[in-house]
């Protein structure tokens, strides 16, 4: 018998609400993904399934390959929020009840550079970027550079960050062999590419993401003491400083975030009023050049 979705007790809808959220950013759904949050029998497990089916027959099918269900072609969530960020928030809110049960969350870990949500991508896109993270596929988009006219990748997603502005999502760009950032509002298309995933091109062999450096910020030398005292109180400062551990991958975006001035001595005080102090460092004093070259700063 069918239970309509204004007659199913809050506690079900709870259950096929995450069922969704796996559909969506796994691309897949097991039954023992339901123990990670709640305590059901394997019967109401079976009838919370037999549930959704029954109310979204055209969301959802079984795999007796994989043993297990996978979201149909055409996936059209019912009970997952329609905002996007209100689809964010409940992810890190089930991502945090995982956590606190002591279990494994098998979603893509998002590394936050700044956590406000200032921008929301399409959640389309969201949802095939986790897919493509979380099972090693290819990916291929047409994106939209500032400097670049639009222009097709094949790309290989490995993560997903947010710098307090904007999302972009961390690559390696197969038939190039480098990794690169890309942000999601720029890319226009999107498809699963028919080719083998590349086992060279994973997380684990980008250098820029696996370095880390440490960033030195200061007051800019020409505010005057009590300006000086202001910006050391608003970051927390010690000892006039603030000392920042940054992946290699992630500094431009930190600098665009703090609005750092580089060329202090030319840039006015109260528009730049933090600085990075970097001149006695060589080793970041190349990243930065590299950077500048790029135009990414």
Known sequence: MTIKVDKMKDTIKERLKFLELCLLLLGEFKKSYFHLLFDTKRAQQTKDL????????????????????????????????????????????????????????????????????LTAPNIELWGQLNRAI?????????YAGLRKKETSYT???????????????????????????????????????????????????????????????????????EQATSVEEDYGMVDSQKVVKCKICNIQHLLKLTHTGLDYEQQEAHLFPLILDYKNNPELTVILEELKSKKLI
């Open 155 to 225: 790309i290989q997603p490995l993560a997903l960050v947010h710098n307090g502005f904007r999302w972009h999502v961390r690559a390696f760009v197969v038939g190039e062999d480098r990794y690169r950032d890309f942000v999601l509002s720029r890319i226009s298309q999107y498809r699963v590419a028919e080719i083998e995933f590349y086992s060279f091109g994973v997380l684990e062999n980008d250098e820029k993401w696996n370095s880390t450096i440490e960033l030195v910020f200061k007051p800019h030398p020409k505010l005057t003491s």
């Open 134 to 142: 979380t099972r090693n596929l290819v990916l291929s988009i047409n």
């Open 50 to 117: 037999r549930a959704y089916e029954e109310e979204c027959s055209g969301n959802i099918r079984y795999c007796e390959k994989l043993k297990r269900f996978l979201p149909a072609a055409i996936f059209t969530p019912k009970f997952l929020p329609k905002d996007s960020q209100a689809l964010l928030a409940y992810q890190k809110y089930v991502e945090d009840l995982i956590a606190n049960k002591g279990e494994e969350s098998p979603f893509h870990r998002i590394e936050y550079i700044s956590q406000p949500f």
